[in-house]
């Protein structure tokens, strides 16, 4: 990603300037304590709740895709967050979002102008295989984001890291690894970097969503 010009006539936030570095460097980046660990535990309250309350649905990959074969790709289920209805918590979690939004399009010209996050559980035993977050006929998911909510003692025996898959030198690729431990969030290139959710071995919980154009 290209800076074209960067203003600096307002509060430098350390943190968003970490994303925005990486992002200009590597076209990804992986924070710890985007939000505060209170807040943590209250987001990943109300997704048990909500699935709990049975509102979460099978994500889907494609319309014509047959169950099965959909189920052997992704074995997430979701349940979008709609910007108008929010509980407290979720106002918070989107409060920090649209901080972070601003200030990417402040400072990169990203031109954002609208976001769509889901919740997200993937049972134990499911993973979503590799892919790319871009639709046939749809280039606006620019930035893709992965905010993790599962419980403090998330191990690595656990499973369920994300797989970026990225373009090495001489072609080679190269694999990064990143665990989903609760308050990380990793953002990255919709367009530009394939990646896969490995197995988990525990229930996995999450808030992922895309930063669009338009
Ligand atoms: C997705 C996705 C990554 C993650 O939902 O498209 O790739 O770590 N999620 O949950
Ligand atoms: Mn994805």
Redesign the pocket.
């Known amino acids: 990603m290209a800076a074209l010009y960067r203003e600096m006539d307002f509060e430098l936030d350390p943190l968003f300037e970490t994303i925005i570095s990486d992002l200009m460097t590597q076209d990804y980046s992986v924070v710890d304590h985007f939000i505060d660990p209170k807040t943590v535990s209250l987001l990943r309250n109300s997704l048990l709740a909500h699935f709990e309350e049975d509102r979460f649905k099978k994500a889907a990959i494609g319309s014509k895709t047959n169950e099965v074969i959909a189920a052997a790709i992704r074995g997430?289920y979701i349940l979008w967050i709609d910007e108008k209805v929010q509980t407290q918590v979720e106002t918070l979690f989107f409060k920090r979002l649209n901080d972070l939004v601003a200030y990417l399009n402040r400072t990169c010209f990203l031109g954002i102008l609208q976001t769509e996050f889901h919740y997200?559980l993937y049972p134990t035993g499911t993973g979503?295989k590799r892919?790319l977050?871009s639709f046939q006929n749809d280039n606006k998911r620019k930035l893709?984001i992965?905010f993790y909510l599962n419980f403090e003692d998330w191990s690595q025996t656990d499973g369920g890291a994300?797989a970026l898959y990225l373009e090495g030198d001489q072609s080679e690729e190269q694999t990064i690894l990143v665990n989903?431990i609760a308050g990380r969030m990793?953002i990255f290139e919709s367009q530009k970097i394939p990646?896969e959710?490995l197995i988990a071995h525990r229930d996995r919980l999450?808030i992922?969503g895309w930063l669009k154009t338009s």
Do not use: E
């Open positions: 997430d997200a979503y892919h977050d893709s992965a994300l989903p990793v990646h959710v999450s992922t």
